[in-house]
Structure formats: C-alpha cells, structure tokens
C-alpha cells in the first residue's frame, strides 16, 4: 500500500490516480485527521508492505528503518511532488514492495539517497539515463 502523509499536496493527487499509482492518506482514508508523527509510526508497526509518502524531512532517519515499511521523503517542490512519486515508484531499484521495505529514503532531483535497515552507510541510486 502507498499511503501519503497529510501534507502530501491535495491538488497532486488527481494526478497519482490519472497515472495509475493507488494510494491512501492519512486522514482520509487511513488514520485520523491531525494524528502526530510519533503516533503514526505504531500504525505502520502493524500493517505490512506499506510505503508512507512524506514532504515531512524529519523521517529522513536512519533509527527509522523498519522490515515492515518504507518511509519515502520527497524532497521537491509541493508542484513536483507527485512526478517524483512516480519516478520512485517506477525507479528499477525500488519499483516493488519487496525492494522498498526496510528503506528509508529521500527522493529528490540529483538521485535517490536512501538508508537500508541493518547497513551503516547512507546510498546512493541515480536516475535512470533514459527518463
């Protein structure tokens, strides 16, 4: 499941659904409306596969690493946020579940740097040529 934070921007939304990228966000369709970040991680303990979409940069933390979710920050312009959903979500690296958990990632222009649960150092994923 993708799941978007409240702050993800409203009106990107049609545009993650005209392209096909299925989501639920918090406070809609997930969660209760105002729920604290602190209070949010618990929820995705629980649930599996979940990858939490976020413009919030205080989840860009590696003791946020978790087998059971990836945390997706998108560092970007509220305009550009859900084309860099998209890049993600397609990038060869991450474009499954099964590549995402366990990550704690910050998308961004230049690349993908990204956390991976149990590994020390913070890596690095460059965009495709051809995009």
Same mark, same amino acid.
């Not at 809609?28 to 596969?49: C, Y």
């Not at 087998?67 to 959903?85: G, H, N, Q, T």
């Given at each position: ?13 049609? $545009? $993650? ?53 990836? $945390? ?60």
């Amino acid at each position: 499941m993708n799941l978007l934070d409240e702050n993800f921007p409203q009106d990107r939304r049609p $545009l $993650l659904q005209a392209w096909g990228i299925h989501f639920r966000q918090v406070g809609n369709e997930f969660a209760t409306r105002g729920v604290k970040d602190p209070n949010l991680l618990p929820l995705l303990h629980r649930r599996r596969n979940t990858t939490f979409i976020t413009q919030d940069k205080g989840f860009f933390d590696p003791a946020l690493c978790h087998p059971r979710y990836c $945390l997706a920050l998108i560092d970007a312009s509220p305009d550009d946020a859900a084309y860099f959903v998209r890049r993600f979500l397609r990038h060869p690296r991450f474009n499954t579940n099964a590549r995402r958990m366990g990550l704690v990632v910050r998308v961004h222009r230049e690349a993908i740097h990204f956390w991976r649960r149990g590994h020390a150092t913070l890596q690095r994923a460059d965009w495709p040529a051809n995009r």
